[in-house]
């Protein structure tokens, strides 16, 4: 069982900065193989940043340069860093394993909104 839990969501105006935090929990949960997505209302879900092991980083190419994923083995964490915000960022952040199916399941996720 993974337990995964999203936060440092907030309200920042276009060009802020947020980070965001998912905490692992549970005997062997990994945070080696790990995903950002967003999904606003009425639209898909995406992946925005995944690492995996070896410390490979992918980005969507509309977050690129402004999104950073890390992770801190020490705290079990997982971190998405957002700087530049703009507008179409504002959704609600999850995380996850980078690769998911449909029978995935999913924390409640921190929101993000970014407006001025």
């Known amino acids: 069982q993974v337990h995964l839990v999203e936060s440092g969501g907030g309200l920042v105006q276009p060009g802020g900065s947020l980070r965001l935090s998912c905490a692992a929990s549970g005997t062997r949960v990994s945070i080696y193989n790990k995903g950002w997505y967003r999904q606003a209302p009425g639209k898909q879900r995406e992946l925005v940043a995944s690492?995996?092991?070896?410390?490979?980083?992918n980005y969507a190419d509309d977050v690129k340069g402004r999104f950073t994923i890390s992770r801190d083995s020490a705290k079990n964490t997982v971190y998405l860093q957002m700087n530049n915000l703009k507008p179409e960022d504002t959704a609600v952040y999850y995380c996850?394993?980078?690769?998911?199916?449909?029978?995935?399941?999913w924390g409640q996720g921190t929101q993000v909104t970014v407006s001025a």
């Open positions: 690492i995996t092991v070896g410390s490979i980083r």
């Open positions: 996850n394993r980078a690769t998911v199916t449909n029978l995935a399941s």
